[in-house]
């Protein structure tokens, strides 16, 4: 049996392409060399490794990892003041925006 050869980068995979095409999934996937896809995610774990990680090292165990982890991510979301969005925390932000954002009208013909 004739096998393709396993890429180096599992996320441009043609395996990867194909169970998702088969799937029905739309991969977001940018080109070779384009971070842009990636850049809040990078930006965020910068930050993750920057306010938590470095500063608390050395860690002892990965249980202790993960809960700090966790509440980390808790008070990024619900406490941390963001300058980007106003200086508040984006979960206040996503909730202003709900409350402010138009709402599809229902109208009825007869």
């Not at 977001?28 to 060399?33: D, E, K």
């Not at 991510?73 to 406490?79: E, I």
């Amino acid at each position: 049996m004739l096998r393709r050869p396993v890429e180096s980068a599992q996320y441009t995979s043609f395996t990867l392409a194909e169970h998702l095409d088969r799937a029905g999934i739309a991969a977001s996937i940018g080109t070779v060399g384009d971070a842009l896809d990636n850049a809040l995610m990078e930006s965020t774990i910068g930050l993750y490794k920057t306010e938590l990680i470095k500063p608390r090292r050395p860690w002892r165990t990965l249980p202790e990892v993960e809960l700090a982890t966790a509440e980390w991510a808790d008070w990024y979301n619900h406490r941390r003041l963001h300058g980007e969005i106003g200086h508040i925390p984006p979960v206040e932000y996503e909730a202003n925006y709900y409350l402010t954002a138009q709402k599809p009208q229902v109208t009825v013909t007869t």
